[in-house]
């Protein structure tokens, strides 16, 4: 198994709060991304890391920020968290092929 | 509007029956994923298709990518309730490093 964590597991939290998830390898993969799972939509790409200090957005990026200061952390922020943002999230990590390799997510409420 | 449409969204079989799950899109993917996700865990990596009209065997499953590569099927032969889960497909839209997933196909095989 790829070597990837993501902190925290679980989190609930309030309306306008801010937010900071983890994600953490072992693997010293190029590649980092942040998804959302929602019912019905799947897997939709917030932002992705293509080396330290490079990053670029996905398809639901508003509302999100990213981080990656080092290979191996890749930090997805919720400046003021909506309960819009109530989702799975998942990290993914990938070297120089297309496969990615899944975290274990996070499961995020906005109450 | 999601750029890849899988279906069904959902199947309920037979142990021991077949089934075909279809992802399709209008877009051309430079490579495909197929993943299957376990209820509480991350998606896990099935197989990638890389060239047109390309077939992939894994046990009793059968995955194409069509001749155009703008989608793919995956069959199952002789399903058993181990197959049981939510199956995901993605594709890479030339090489931007950007994946965009199906909304999953939730099977369920009834012993």
């Known amino acids: 198994d790829a070597g990837i964590t993501q902190s925290p597991r679980h989190k609930v939290t309030e309306t306008g709060t801010p937010v900071t998830l983890r994600c953490h390898q072992t693997?010293?993969?190029?590649?980092m991304y942040w998804y959302r799972q929602d019912p019905g939509h799947g897997l939709r790409l917030i932002h992705y890391?293509?080396?330290?200090?490079?990053?670029d957005k996905g398809e639901v990026s508003d509302g999100y920020s990213v981080s990656r200061s080092k290979t191996e952390d890749f930090l997805l922020t919720l400046e003021s968290a909506t309960s819009s943002q109530t989702s799975v999230y998942f990290c993914a990590i990938r070297d120089r092929d297309p496969e990615q390799y899944f975290g274990p997510g996070t499961r995020l409420t906005v109450t | 509007t999601q750029l890849l449409e899988q279906s069904p969204q959902f199947l309920s079989i037979q142990e021991g029956e077949n089934l075909t799950v279809y992802c399709n899109s209008s877009s051309v993917f430079s490579s495909l994923q197929w993943y299957r996700q376990e209820p509480g865990e991350g998606p896990v990596l099935l197989v990638t298709?890389?060239?047109?009209?390309e077939v992939k065997k894994l046990k009793r499953l059968t995955f194409q990518f069509g001749d155009a590569r703008k989608d793919s099927s995956l069959h199952i032969t002789a399903a058993q309730p181990g197959d049981t889960g939510l199956y995901l497909c993605a594709g890479e839209l030339g090489n931007f490093n950007k994946f965009y997933f199906g909304s999953g196909t939730k099977l369920n095989v009834k012993p």
């Open positions: 693997e010293n993969h190029r590649y």
């Open positions: 890391s293509y080396g330290v200090k490079d990053t």
């Open positions: 298709v890389v060239t047109g009209g």
